[in-house]
């Protein structure tokens, strides 16, 4: 499996994370997954590989989740299916980039540190 980025073009940390893989000469597959949305399993899966929970990586100031009322939403294991339902309808409330690795790891690549682990 080739490294997969979810990618949003239009957002500075996505794209600075895509330069970082060109740059390393990472053999990755684009996923624009506003375009190509990842099922909930596919969520769970990179929950996984992420340890963490759904709430960790919804983009909570997004009008979506405001629409949502998602603030209100409880953060427990009962909770969690509410919460990945609405990251595979709602994907723009996905945080990004998240880059999962060709070994099988992933993370959400918005920083320093995390895009160091990239290179």
Same mark, same amino acid.
């Given at each position: 499996m080739a490294t997969e980025i979810w990618h949003?073009?239009?957002?500075?940390?996505?794209?600075?994370?895509?330069?970082?893989?060109?740059?390393?000469?990472?053999?990755?597959?684009?996923?624009?997954?506003?375009?190509?949305?990842?099922?909930?399993?596919? %969520?769970?899966?990179?929950?996984?590989?992420?340890? !963490?929970?759904?709430?960790? *990586?919804?983009? =909570? +100031?997004?009008?979506? @989740?405001?629409?949502?009322?998602?603030?209100?939403w409880g953060r427990t294991l009962a909770d969690?299916?509410?919460? %990945?339902?609405a990251l595979a309808t709602h994907p723009r !409330?996905?945080?990004?980039? *998240?880059?999962? =690795? +060709?070994?099988?790891? @992933?993370?959400?690549?918005?920083?320093?540190?995390?895009?160091?682990?990239?290179?």
């Amino acid at each position: 499996m080739a490294t997969e980025i979810w990618h949003n073009p239009k957002c500075s940390k996505s794209r600075n994370a895509k330069a970082v893989l060109d740059e390393s000469g990472t053999d990755y597959v684009e996923r624009r997954y506003l375009d190509n949305p990842p099922s909930a399993a596919e %969520i769970r899966d990179v929950l996984a590989k992420l340890g !963490l929970e759904p709430w960790d *990586i919804t983009r =909570t +100031a997004e009008a979506e @989740a405001k629409e949502l009322g998602v603030s209100t939403w409880g953060r427990t294991l009962a909770d969690r299916d509410r919460w %990945i339902d609405a990251l595979a309808t709602h994907p723009r !409330l996905i945080q990004r980039p *998240i880059v999962i =690795t +060709a070994d099988g790891r @992933a993370l959400v690549a918005r920083d320093d540190e995390s895009l160091d682990a990239l290179r």
